[in-house]
């Protein structure tokens, strides 16, 4: 199996849930994403990282996370990510620093610079819509966003 | 069988352990433990996070779009809620067969959910317990620690579900959010280039399917004593079985066994599930307690998952996986295996299973093309069982004559298995932790009779910085004495 065969050099991963209330941010930034027809940019969404995440890393130039946060700065931080072997690498649901400890045991590549767009979230509840303040802190990193792919 | 150490005689005054949330399961789990002066147990309980408010999500919808919702009721097992709500809706759409390319491409959808489902749960989350003990040290006993020793291992479990993830993204149509199940059929068949590439790889996947179940079978066999007996107990087993009695994890009808495999119903219509299954409420959990009607709530509870289902079939319809199912009955000694840690064997043969029915289905050129959907005279009722990586998923709609579900019920893989777990740490608890100290590794043992369920706790929610486990110890006055964290150590009191 070869993993590393047709590769886009950028790719950005959102993280969560659509029906989940702000944990939609991470799939709605991506389809606003897919809108701005980005070149060399490799669109992934999936409602949480495993460990096979580690294999859509092989052979990018950059990697960024976007996820939902339930806690920390708004409308949003932006911060490399580096390797970690935290407690998410037991559980169903990866942390990106998981996502990257796994890359590096399971490839023999040199890890790509990460980045972990994390926006702050405050809702999550099944079938709640995103809240009014989450959609806002969306904008604000998507315009970011926006602004470094362009750069 | 009892239910003993479920509820304490006199609890006032007893002190209080909770572990929560549990880890390496999905989404919320609590176990508290009551514990008298001299640290004797005296309740154990498992609180599951039950999935409150998914048929409400549910309803008010336009039947279509349920396959398609329902997989945001859990991020672990989409494709099964999706295989489970089209399998429902089939009836809704007057759907009794559906066409060989619509069948196929379903099952070969299925079997990629499984074959990815049971190597995340063998490779990733239980071959630390398994591998280096269930009291190693802490900062080992993870996947880290399994990737310095038995890196193969490691690599194999992603190659794995990177490729059960590839069977879902070609039927599906995608990887996560796919549309391939539709009311009486599939909306796309696979592409020969596809199939190619899937072929490609699938006898190195049986093959390190094979060593799976070897590597499983010896952990057992070597440790027999420890395996047998750890969190063991006796209970009926519950599945669908295909024609003939054949393993089929996609369609068939229910059978049940009683502790010592006689059959207690079977050939049954699933579409009237409610005639032979139904669920209690206890106060003290949002769980339901599922049970065999005929049998009552203390005798009628049952297991379900690959340790019932690899029992309750009378063949495996693939080679290498029916050979592995011989020799696991055999390991019985003519009675059904009942130890907890046997679900991991057992889960094995079921990965080889999928791995051979993957191989097979992509042999068959249905899957290539042909008639993809049928319709037929529409009903108000549909109910669809898919047997999940997990066990029996039920999910039963009631649709109007606008076509908007206006009832829905589902009783997922977890559920069935409510009483089963809470039997296992009993056992556990009882076994491990009487009149002794308790520290992380021992505490640890009740998350691995726990964990060899394999119990998805729901909640596809995720969001950065929710995953901490901390076990919490209250004295006889309610007040916190000591708070135990993975990785470390912290006193709140």
Same mark, same amino acid.
């Given at each position: 199996?070869?993993?590393g065969?047709?590769?886009?050099p950028?790719?950005?991963i ?9 944990d ?21 969404t999936d409602f949480?990282?495993?460990v ?6 092989v ?8 996820? #939902?946060?339930a ?7 932006f911060e ?7 407690a ?7 942390s990106?620093?998981?996502?990257l400890? #796994? ?8 890890l ?15 079938g ?9 802190n ?7 966003? #926006? ?5 | ?51 409150r408010?998914?048929?409400k999500f549910?309803?008010g ?16 097992c ?22 060989p390319t619509? *069948?196929?491409?379903r ?6 959910q499984? +074959?990815?489902s049971?190597?995340?749960h063998?490779?990733?989350?239980s071959?630390?317990? +398994? ?7 802490v ?8 990737s310095a020793e ?9 190659? +794995? ?6 069977v ?8 996560v ?17 596809e ?6 790889d ?5 093959? /390190?399917c ?7 079978k010896r ?20 599945s ?10 996609y ?6 066994r009683?502790s ?10 699933? !579409? ?8 209690e409420v206890?106060? /003290? !959990?949002y ?10 709530a203390?005798?009628? /509870? ?16 693939t080679?290498?996986?029916?050979a ?5 009955v055999?390991f019985?000694?003519g ?6 840690l ?5 889960r ?7 791995a ?5 289905? $992509? ?13 037929g ?10 047997e ?9 709609y009631?649709?109007?004559?606008? *076509?908007?579900v206006?009832?829905?019920n589902?009783?997922? !893989? ?5 009483q089963?777990?809470n039997?296992?740490i009993?056992h ?7 009149g ?6 021992? $505490?640890?043992?009740?998350e ?11 909640c ?11 076990i919490? +110890?209250f ?9 135990l ?9």
């Amino acid at each position: 199996m070869n993993p590393g065969l047709g590769i886009v050099p950028r790719l950005i991963i959102g993280i969560g849930n659509p029906s989940r209330g702000d944990d939609a941010i991470g799939p709605l930034a991506i389809e606003r994403l897919e809108a701005l027809n980005l070149p060399d940019v490799e669109l992934l969404t999936d409602f949480q990282l495993q460990v096979e995440h580690a294999l859509d890393l092989v052979g990018r130039r950059e990697v960024v996370f976007i996820d #939902a946060a339930a806690s920390g700065a708004a409308p949003f931080s932006f911060e490399p990510a580096a390797p970690a072997a935290d407690a998410s690498a037991t559980s169903h649901a990866l942390s990106p620093a998981a996502v990257l400890q #796994a890359f590096l045991r399971v490839t023999d590549e040199s890890l790509p610079p990460a980045f972990v767009l994390a926006v702050r979230g405050y809702e999550f509840e099944l079938g709640a819509p995103m809240s009014a303040a989450a959609a806002r802190n969306l904008e604000a990193a998507l315009a970011m966003l #926006a602004a470094r792919l362009a750069a | 069988m009892s239910f003993e150490l479920e509820t304490a005689a006199h609890p006032t005054g007893l002190k209080r352990v909770v572990i929560e949330p549990v880890s390496r399961v999905e989404g919320h789990g609590k176990v508290s433990i009551l514990l008298d002066d001299e640290d004797q147990v005296k309740q154990v309980r498992l609180h599951i996070v039950e999935f409150r408010g998914f048929e409400k999500f549910i309803q008010g919808r336009p039947y279509w779009e349920i396959p398609v919702m329902v997989q945001r009721l859990c991020g672990i097992c989409p494709v099964s809620h999706h295989l489970a709500a089209a399998k429902a809706l089939d009836q809704v759409v007057g759907v009794d067969y559906l066409t060989p390319t619509a *069948d196929k491409i379903r099952r070969l959808m299925h079997y990629g959910q499984i +074959l990815q489902s049971h190597a995340l749960h063998f490779f990733h989350l239980s071959s630390p317990d +398994l591998l280096f003990g269930f009291d190693s040290e802490v900062a080992k006993r993870n996947i880290v620690g399994v990737s310095a020793e038995f890196p193969d291992i490691a690599r194999q479990g992603v190659l +794995l579900r990177r490729f059960g993830q590839e069977v879902i993204r070609v039927t599906a149509g995608k990887r996560v959010h796919g549309t391939g199940a539709i009311p009486g059929g599939v909306n796309k068949a696979v592409t020969r280039e596809e199939r190619d590439v899937l072929l490609k790889d699938i006898y190195q996947i049986i093959g /390190w399917c094979r060593s799976a179940v070897a590597l499983a079978k010896r952990l057992h066999l070597a440790n027999a004593g420890l395996y047998n007996s750890f969190g063991a107990f006796r209970s009926n087993l519950l599945s669908l079985v295909g024609p003939r009695g054949a393993l089929d994890l996609y369609h068939g009808t229910l059978r049940a066994r009683d502790s010592a495999g006689e059959i207690i119903f079977d050939g049954v219509d699933y !579409s009237r599930y409610w005639d032979y299954l139904t669920e209690e409420v206890k106060p /003290w !959990s949002y769980m339901k307690f599922p049970y065999i009607r005929e049998l009552g709530a203390e005798e009628g /509870w049952y297991k379900v998952g690959p340790l019932a289902r690899v029992q309750n079939c009378d063949f495996i319809p693939t080679p290498f996986a029916d050979a592995e199912r011989r020799e696991f009955v055999d390991f019985g000694g003519g009675l059904p295996v009942h130890a907890t840690l046997a679900y991991h064997w057992a889960r094995m043969i079921e990965l080889l299973f999928s791995a051979e029915a993957i191989k097979d289905l $992509l042999h068959d050129d249905d899957i290539l093309g042909g008639e993809l959907v049928v319709e037929g005279e529409h009903s108000e009722r549909g109910v669809g069982v898919i047997e999940a990586p997990r066990g029996t998923l039920i999910h039963h709609y009631r649709v109007n004559e606008d *076509d908007i579900v206006v009832r829905a019920n589902l009783i997922v !893989s977890t559920t069935h298995n409510n009483q089963a777990m809470n039997e296992s740490i009993r056992h556990v608890a009882k076994r491990y932790l009487n009149g002794r100290k308790l520290t992380e590794g021992l $505490l640890n043992h009740i998350e691995v009779a726990i964990r060899a369920f394999d119990p998805c706790l729901s909640c596809a929610t995720h969001a950065l910085g929710r995953m901490p486990l901390s076990i919490e +110890l209250f004295d006889a006055e309610g007040a916190c004495i000591d708070t135990l964290v993975k990785d470390s150590h912290e006193r709140c009191g």
